[in-house]
């Protein structure tokens, strides 16, 4: 991994936890969030998914069912919350 990248790594963890920070979301909250609130460093998916699952900070909770707009398909989404671990 480059330097840059642990860098914008960090900064995107930092995000994440002040999203979560507010209580327990799904990952397309998180990500809907995420986007709205910072639009020109928006990161996709799956680097949102990956950040969350290997760090100890946030934790997964559960899966939900989200219906995607205007359409009668579900699909399952995992729900995290914030932990007070930290990764060393």
């Known amino acids: 991994m480059r330097a840059g990248d642990e860098v914008a790594n960090n900064r995107t963890i930092q995000r994440l936890e002040k999203i979560l920070a507010k209580g327990s979301k799904n990952t ?20 949102i998914g ?12 559960g899966t939900e069912k989200v219906t995607a707009d205007f359409s009668q398909y579900s699909y399952a989404v995992n729900v995290w919350k914030l932990t007070n671990e930290r990764m060393v």
């Open 28 to 47: 397309a909250e998180i990500l809907d969030e995420y986007q709205t609130r910072w639009p020109k460093e928006a990161s996709g998916g799956s680097k």
């Open 50 to 61: 990956n950040l969350l699952s290997r760090h100890k900070q946030f934790k997964k909770i």
